[in-house]
């Protein structure tokens, strides 16, 4: 009927394109130029959430994820000889989620609800024993050599040690099936204890 209905949920994950699009241009576009980028892309995406509430949709909308943790970081640092990467990716994700969560701030909840996927990935990293014993939190559990890309990754293309389960990362940006897993169960304990 091209309209939503009252039990219609929009579920928004994004953020990291975006972000990294705009990381890509580092050095060459100031810092304060990109943190401005990443602000903005997150008020967009707050416009559009408040376009759907306002058509009647409920919206579940992620933060962006925490690109700061992730191997891709730690290999930007380590490329430039400091930690001055990983700090510029947590300042646009910080500005990013800012912009995003000022232009949904009006909501009651009764259309959004908003999921904090940073503060459950910061925690995945800070507290490993606490989701499901993961063994490693650093590393990427899919062997480039035999897998070039996530798509390819499989049980038969992890490094030695990894499994599914015991890794947070399944490549240098992208979480293992066990970091998904604790994003979904996030995800469904938000939207049940939201008040549509």
């Known amino acids: 009927?091209?309209?939503f209905s009252d039990?219609?949920?929009?579920?928004?994950?994004v953020g990291q394109n975006d972000l990294l699009e705009q990381y890509a241009l580092y050095p060459a576009t100031p810092s304060n130029q990109l943190?401005?980028?990443?602000?903005?892309a997150g008020q967009v995406l707050a416009a559009q959430v408040t376009r759907i509430a306002d058509a009647g949709g409920k919206v579940l909308v992620s933060t962006a994820p925490s690109l700061s943790i992730t191997p891709f970081a730690r290999a930007e640092d380590a490329a430039a000889g400091d930690k001055s990467?990983?700090?510029?990716?947590k300042a646009m994700v910080d500005e990013f989620?800012?912009?995003?969560?000022?232009?949904?701030?009006?909501?009651?909840?009764?259309?959004?609800?908003?999921m904090l996927t940073n503060e459950q990935m910061d925690n995945m990293l800070s507290f490993p024993v606490s989701y499901g014993g993961m063994a490693n939190v650093l590393d990427a559990a899919c062997d480039k050599t035999l897998a070039p890309t996530v798509l390819q990754c499989t049980?038969?293309?992890l490094v030695t040690g990894a499994t599914s389960t015991s890794y947070l990362w399944a490549d240098d940006l992208h979480l293992s099936p066990n970091g998904h897993a604790y994003i979904g169960a996030l995800a469904v304990t938000r939207t049940r204890t939201n008040p549509f």
């Open 35 to 40: 943190l401005a980028a990443a602000k903005s």
């Open 155 to 157: 049980s038969d293309t």
């Open 1 to 3: 009927a091209d309209s």
């Open 7 to 13: 039990k219609d949920l929009v579920t928004l994950f």
């Open 85 to 89: 990467r990983s700090k510029l990716l």
């Open 97 to 114: 989620n800012a912009g995003l969560r000022l232009g949904i701030a009006k909501e009651d909840g009764s259309q959004v609800a908003l």
